[in-house]
């Protein structure tokens, strides 16, 4: 079976799988060695510089935030799996820029920041997180908001933790509304993607929870639930799990590396991206959705860098956990003219990478700077692949992008 069509297996068993076995959730505690980078040690072709700001703030620890983190991701991620085994058309809305939403990015949104309030009472709390309350305020979103709430509240209920008391209407939407900040270089700011990958969520495929934070314009830790991404690796690196299980929690804090355990807290297995210096044997992931990224520009990049195997299309930064435990090589991504790239969409997704031992660049080489706000501003797309391939690589988006621009 090729990599596509087990992928294709995987996922579609994934939406099938029953989801109501109670998961464990406890309270680990993650003993670490934090370790500083050193240019050596991620040495690349590319400017991977890292300032004495990046030591400073790699020479923190960042337990209790990765700890609060991984709590609130997994809260969120049963709440998802509740709703999209059982998904009603009414569950699907619509927002202004047409982009679909659903009670689970809501809820989702509501209870990590919730849980983030609970676990980290002592410190100031800023959340740039994709979703907002403003359809649910209005009189046609009450239906929608009550759902919402049960929701939420079940699920904390499910928990079996007596640390919040049942939450009203008003309490979820303020909940909802904490994730306004607009982020920035000064400080630390949680960035939350409540569901990263909406329409594959609504479709029964893969979709991911991705919570990250920034300290001083630096993303020091991200933490990516991915509910249906299989914990048996897929393609052709079979030294994880051989089993059919899936639901993977990835997490990485800076200087501490990648790590993914299974969503029902599973001892965890330290994963680094693949070796493959050869493209002929690397495979690479891009978006599921044609409209999210141009297929045909990767598929000229892939020619021309001399990737045999068929793209593997999965959607949301699952693509980012499966890269950084070797799965595939490459993840191209080149948004169509016009879209501005969010921080929330790539800041969990890019550390647990950069962690892994991979590298996350724009499509001119350069870093991607989470400092300005909501908004990403990268030339042209984002490319991420191990540090052999990237000086190849770079050569060929150039020349691909060369090419099309002189044939417009
Ligand atoms: N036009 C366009 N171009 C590029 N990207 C877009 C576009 N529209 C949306 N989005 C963002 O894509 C996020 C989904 O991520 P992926 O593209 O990796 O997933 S997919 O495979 O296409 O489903 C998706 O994230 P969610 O909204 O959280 O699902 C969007 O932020
Ligand atoms: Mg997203
Ligand atoms: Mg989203
Ligand atoms: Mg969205």
Redesign the pocket.
């Known amino acids: 079976m090729g990599t596509q069509t087990r992928w294709l297996v995987a996922t579609r068993a994934a939406a099938i799988t029953d989801w109501s076995c109670c998961q464990t959730f406890r309270k680990k505690s993650i003993t670490t060695t934090v370790s500083c980078f050193s240019s050596t040690t991620r040495s690349s072709s590319l400017s991977c510089t890292w300032s004495p700001l990046t030591t400073i703030v790699s020479s923190m620890s960042y337990d209790k935030e990765l700890a609060a983190a991984k709590k609130a991701a997994t809260l969120a991620a049963r709440l998802c799996q509740k709703v999209q085994k059982a998904l009603l058309q009414s569950d699907v809305h619509s927002k202004s820029d047409k ?1 679909p939403v659903t009670v689970a990015d809501y809820g989702s949104q509501a209870l990590v920041s919730l849980t983030l309030e609970r676990e980290l009472p002592s410190q100031q709390f800023s959340l740039v997180a ?1 979703e907002d309350s403003g359809d649910l305020r209005e009189e046609s979103g009450q239906d929608t908001l009550r759902r919402i709430t049960a929701l939420v509240n079940d699920t904390i209920a499910n928990e079996g933790s007596h640390s919040f008391s049942i939450l009203t209407t008003d309490d979820v939407l303020k909940a909802i509304d904490s994730g306004k900040s607009e982020g920035g270089s000064i400080g630390r700011h949680w960035v939350l ?1 409540p ?6 969520f609504v479709r029964g495929d893969q979709y991911a929870i991705a919570l990250a934070l920034l300290d001083e314009g630096k993303v020091v830790l991200g933490v990516l639930a991915c509910p249906n991404l299989p914990l048996a690796t897929i393609g052709h690196n079979e030294q994880h799990s051989s089993s059919n299980e899936v639901g993977c929690l990835f997490f990485a804090k800076v200087g501490d590396g990648t790590y993914l355990q299974a969503l029902d807290g599973s001892t965890q297995t330290k994963v680094n991206v693949s070796a493959v210096d050869n493209p002929e044997e690397a495979s690479f992931f891009e ?3 044609a ?3 141009s297929h045909d520009l990767s598929s000229t990049i892939a020619e021309k860098l001399g990737v045999k195997a068929p793209p593997v ?4 930064q699952a ?1 980012y956990g499966a890269l950084s435990r070797g799965d595939g090589a490459i993840y191209l991504r080149f ?2 003219k016009g ?1 501005r790239e ?1 921080i929330w ?1 790539h800041a969990a997704g890019s550390i647990v990478v950069t962690e892994a031992g991979g590298i996350v660049s724009d499509a001119a080489g350069n870093p991607l700077d989470f400092s300005k706000g909501k908004f990403l501003d990268v030339d042209t797309g984002i490319i991420v692949t191990n540090q052999n391939l990237m000086p190849s690589l770079l050569r060929a988006v150039k020349e691909s992008l060369n090419e099309k621009a002189s044939s417009l």
């Open positions: 982009s994709e993607d569901i990263d990958g909406t329409k594959g978006s599921y959705e409209a999210h990224s299309r999965i959607d949301s693509k948004p169509h879209y969010k969409d």
